[in-house]
Every structure is written in structure tokens, then in C-alpha cells.
């Protein structure tokens, strides 16, 4: 009699485990068929990033010259004469790039384009004290600049 | 009903009188008007009271805020979420159509990178300020498995960027691999869609990554091979160790505790009992273990643990405090399913240095002198 419990029980607990096992492998049971297919006219002025391989850079072209025009212009309202960045902590030239479309000015109505994003990130990195003066950034010449702190990254333990 | 000197004619209403307790949308009484996210009148970040936290879910409407960009106000009728990339096909769900999905519902705590960093203790005295940039919800939406899965993994899909709504376009990248086993497309806080603060309608919630990880007013994911190393996890929130080299994507935060009560700011009511009460909270996994010290460390003993204890969530811990009037130093110690134990903050600064910024999860400890007075030792 205890045995026969004991199997019961044995056979409720494998049971159990199997449905609970299948319940989870169910968790993503799709497809649902849910959502509309995404065009690519419409993930393209979505799909703003910047690989540090300079994928996703526009064309266009800027000097730190221009730059410092565009700067006076939209920046300087909030940023004053430039932005110290303390480029050691900074790993990629195309996250500058990167983060100034997407996040500068914050009023989205003024945004910049791709040639005084350029001359703009051009400027930031001379005055940082990265890039000479007459060097033009564009989406080759970008990925191609190594900053002070690229050495110190590392991922993994 | 007598009315108490200095109270006001409302305190003394008899019932059934105008009651603004029955307002459609109801607030705390106003007896509790000291009990919100502080520094006040400063947008971000704001702190969660944790020492009037009485249970392991953070109201919403004190859960802190660290936002990047300000609150951007999002119609769920027309705000979009859009999964591209290395997916076979890119889809555009609207926030009708993630409802739609499977739901789950989990509770899981948030906290920023920068909780209990040096330098907040300026802010004030309170447990509030050295370790209010923690809170812990019920969360409800889908798993981000199931979204993924309908546009469908490419094999070389190893991470997937995540954007949000906000001025700042703000975004990371969040590894792949065993963040698929709990990651969520949140849209429900504490059983209410979520508060614009906190990311409305849509936001990323991977269970024990940094705050900062948890993308708000979610609108894209694309999925990648590489990290895209945005600002934000290269020069922002990171840190130098010791030998200046910065480690990237340290994202999950580790094993931690603090005694919440008492806790500084506050002031002990003479000698006798009282219940030592705290959180303890872990990254890895559930928290097996608090141990309690109330002389600065030398001897421990167990806390009690409440039964409800989900991974990667706040856990409630109490310990009997038998206060004799003497001076004690009180210590939490929290450890983890996954072998993980709070640390010394000595361990830490031996570690990775004394200028300890984010992940910053050291043993607190709170002094109670003759007076019945707790100040916290390390601010």
C-alpha cells in the first residue's frame, strides 16, 4: 500500500514536471501573427545607428571650421563656447556621431544634417585636442579615427 | 468626535461630509504628505523613499525616475514598436497588438547603476538618498522571446539595441543568449499601465540589469550582431578599475541589502524592542540568506526572510532588535542563489577602487549612538 502511494505520487510528480516543462516550452508558442509587416521606407529614418564600422553613416561631409559656425548657431545656446568630452572615456568617434543626431539639439524641430553633424563632431574632437584642424569627416574618414581611451575597453570578465 | 488642537476642520469632518478620499483616482492621505521622491522640484533623478517602504512593491507613483531627456508624452493609440534588423521579418506592432500577445507577470526590482555611490549622501541624511535609487514592481506585458520569435531570430542575432521615445532617442544594447529567459516588453506596473515616468506605454524590463538597461518609451529593437556602443554604455556608465580600463556591458547588479529600519534620519524612542527591517535584492537570482550584525560586523546571525522571495526581486528581511541604550552598529549582509555575497566596502575599494560609482554594492552601515540618534557611518 505505501508503495503503490509512493508510485502514485512518483507518477503525479513526473506528470506535474512534464506538463510544467511543456508549459514553459510553450511560453513563446507562436507564431501569432500579431503585428503588420515593418516596410523598409519606414525603418529608414528609424534606423539611425552608428557602428563603431561606420555603418549607418549618411553621406555628407564636414570640417571643424563649418563646425564651428554650426556650433555657434545650435549649441552654444546651452554648450557655450564647446563640450569638454574627456575623450579617454569616450571609445568610438561614431558614438559622438551617433549620440549628437540623436539626442542634439534636444527641441526636435531644429535637428542637424548630415553635413553639419559632420563639421560639428569635426569641431568637438579639434577642440578636444583629437583631430587636426583641416581634416574633413565624412563616412569614411570617420570610423577612422582612434580615441585616446579605445585601449582601456574591454568586455568580458 | 473632539477636535485636536492644530488640527485642521478636515481632520475633524464627520463622515459622509466632501471626501477627498473618494476621488476617482484616489492619493494617500495627506498625513503622509512627507512620503515622496526627493530632492523635490529637481526632474531626475528622483529618490524612492525606501525608509517609509513598508512591503517589497514600490508605489508606483514613488518609484524613482531617472530619465535622460525629460518625459516625452506618448499616445498608445499611435505610438509604434518597431523590430527590425537581423530578424527575418521586420514587423511594426502597436500597443493593442503586444496586449494581444501572451502576458506574464513577474516581480522584479529596478535599480540604478549609480544607487549608493559616493557622493549622493550630500543630498541629506536618509536611507533615501544612499539607497533610494532602487525600486520593485509587479510588472505585466510579454516576454521579449515571443515578439523576437514573430519577426523571427537570424542566426547571427546575438543582441538586440533597444531605443526609446524620449528626446534623447536613448538606447542600449542588450546582450542575447540567457536575457531571452526573462526579458520583458512591459507595458503594466503595480496592475495600472505603466506612469509616464516610467515609461509609457512600452518600455524594456530585463530582470537584474542596471536601471539604466531597461529602455523607456520603448519605439525600436533592432537586432544586431555587435553592441552598437552607444554613449551611454561607453561613456556613460561605465567605470575605470584600478588600472584605468573600463569594462563594457557590466550590466547585471549584484547581491545587496540595507536595513531600512531603523536607518539614518531617524531617531530611536528609547531603549526596548523594535524590529530591525530591511530589503535584500540580487541581479543573479533569489536571495537565500540575510545575516544581521549589531556590532559593527564581528558576530552575525540569520534574519528572518519572508515567504515571498521571486528571483531578482526585493526580498523583506526582520531581525528582533532588543535595544539597551547602548551604541550598536548594524550591518545587512545578503547572499544570492547564485553563490553571490554583499561584500565589505573595503572589499569593493580593494576591488576596484575608492571611487566607487555604479554597481555599488557594499555592506551599509548604520550607527545608533546613546541618543536613540542612526546616521549612516559611510556618508
Known sequence: MPDRRLRGALAALALAALTFGCARAAASNGPYGLGRPATTSEIAPLDIDVAPDGSGLPDGRGDAATGARVFATSCARCHGAGVVLSPERWAYATTLFDYVRRAMPPDRVSRLSANDLYAVVAFELTINGVLARDVQLDRKTLPQITLPGRGRFFTGP | MTAVAGATSAAAAPAGAADASLAPYG???????????????????????????????????????????????????????????LVKKPLSFS??????????????????????????????????????????????????????????????????????????????????????????????????????????????????????????????????????????ETAQYTQPGPDGKIRLFDLVMEAKSVITYPSPGRRLDGPGFYELRGFAWSGRGRITRVDVSTDGGTTWSPAQLD????????????????????????????????????????????ARGSALRYHVNAIARWAIDRDGRVTNLDA
Open chain 2, 27 to 85: 492619493s494617500p492621505s495627506r498625513f503622509e504628505a512627507d512620503v515622496v521622491r526627493r530632492p523635490r522640484g529637481v526632474p531626475t533623478p528622483a529618490m524612492t523613499p525606501l525608509g517609509e517602504q513598508l512591503g517589497i512593491i514600490t508605489p508606483s507613483g514613488l518609484a524613482f525616475v531617472r530619465n535622460h531627456a525629460g518625459t516625452p508624452s506618448l499616445d498608445p493609440r499611435t505610438h509604434r514598436l518597431v523590430v527590425h534588423g
Open chain 2, 95 to 232: 500597443i493593442a497588438d503586444l496586449m494581444r500577445f501572451p502576458s506574464v507577470e513577474r516581480i522584479h526590482f529596478l535599480e540604478c547603476s549609480g544607487n549608493s555611490a559616493n557622493g549622493w549622501s550630500a543630498l541629506g541624511a536618509g536611507v533615501q538618498f544612499s539607497h533610494g535609487l532602487l525600486s520593485c514592481a509587479l510588472w505585466t506585458g510579454v516576454p521579449l522571446r515571443a515578439v523576437l520569435d514573430e519577426a523571427g531570430l537570424q542566426p547571427d542575432a546575438a543582441w538586440v539595441v533597444a531605443e526609446g521615445a524620449d528626446g534623447a532617442l536613448y538606447d542600449r544594447s542588450i546582450p542575447l543568449g540567457t536575457t531571452l529567459d526573462d526579458a520583458l516588453l512591459v507595458y503594466g506596473q503595480n496592475g495600472e499601465m505603466l506612469r509616464p515616468e516610467n515609461g509609457y506605454p512600452l518600455r524594456l524590463l530585463v530582470p537584474g540589469f542596471e536601471g539604466s538597461a531597461n529602455v523607456k518609451w520603448l519605439r525600436r529593437l533592432k537586432v544586431t550582431a555587435a553592441p552598437v556602443y552607444s554613449r551611454e
Open chain 2, 307 to 350: 515567504d515571498l522571495r521571486a528571483p531578482k526581486a526585493l526580498t523583506r528581511f526582520t531581525a528582533p532588535l532588543r535595544w539597551n541604550g547602548a551604541p550598536v552598529e548594524l550591518q545587512s549582509r545578503a547572499a544570492d542563489d547564485a553563490g553571490g555575497v554583499q561584500p565589505t566596502r573595503a572589499a569593493l575599494v580593494a
